[in-house]
C-alpha cells in the first residue's frame, strides 16, 4: 500500500514538471489543435492566474485518518488516488465534483463528493486558500449520504497547472466521522 501512494504521488509531481515545462511553448500558441483552448483572448489579457468562469480537473492522491469505526470492525488508514472537476462562475465561488479510489479491496469507488468552493486568491502570491462545504454519498464502507467541510490552498505553477492540498471532515450517519487529506495537481481549461 505504500508502494502504490508513493508511485502516485511520484506520477503527479512529473506531471507537474511536465505541463510546467510545457507551458511556457504553448500557452500562447494560437495554432494546431490548442487554438482556442488555452489562448487568452485579448479581453482577457489581465494576466491573472485565477480567473471567472474557469474549469479545471484535479488528479491527487489521498488518504484517510485511522481508526473509523464500523460497527465492531476498526478501518486503519487508507491511501488512495482519485479525480475531480471544478468550475468557478467568479474568480472567488465555485463548485467541484470529485472521486476517491482507495486501495482497500471493497468497492471501486469509495464516495462522490459535490462541494460549494470559496477561494482567496492572491495574484502577487500565486496561491489561493480556499474553504469548501458540500455532500457526498459514501459507497464504502457503507452506503450512506454523508456531509463534510474543508481548507486547502492551490498554488499556481503557471496559468494553466497548478499544485493543491486540503482536507476535509466528512460526517456519517452509520460508521463514525472520518478526515480525508488529500494532494495533487490542477490542470486548468
Known amino acids: 500500500m505504500k508502494c502504490k501512494c508513493l508511485i502516485t504521488l511520484l506520477v503527479l509531481v512529473m506531471l507537474t514538471a511536465a505541463t510546467t515545462h510545457a507551458a511556457g511553448d504553448w500557452w500562447y ?32 492522491g489521498s488518504f484517510y485518518d485511522d481508526d ?4 465492531r470492525s476498526v478501518l486503519r488508514g487508507q491511501c488512495g488516488g482519485g479525480i475531480g472537476g471544478n468550475y468557478f462562475v467568479t474568480r472567488e465561488l465555485g463548485v467541484t465534483l470529485d472521486t476517491n479510489i482507495a486501495d482497500n479491496g471493497r468497492s471501486f469507488f469509495d464516495y462522490f463528493h459535490a462541494s460549494a468552493v470559496f477561494r482567496w486568491p492572491f495574484e502577487e502570491c500565486k496561491i489561493a486558500p480556499y474553504a469548501l462545504i458540500g455532500i457526498g454519498y459514501d459507497f ?13 490552498a492551490e498554488y499556481r505553477l503557471n496559468p494553466i497547472t497548478g499544485i493543491f492540498a486540503d482536507t476535509r471532515y466528512v460526517f456519517t450517519d452509520k460508521s463514525t466521522d472520518y478526515w480525508v487529506f488529500r494532494i495533487g495537481v490542477r490542470f486548468v481549461f
Open 29 to 60: 500558441e494560437t495554432t494546431g489543435w490548442f487554438e482556442g483552448h488555452f489562448y487568452r483572448t485579448p479581453s482577457n489579457t489581465s494576466g491573472d492566474l485565477f480567473n471567472p468562469q474557469e474549469f479545471s480537473l484535479d488528479v491527487f
Open 68 to 71: 473509523r469505526r464500523v460497527g
Open 140 to 152: 464504502d464502507p457503507n452506503d450512506e449520504l454523508t456531509e463534510h467541510a474543508g481548507v486547502g
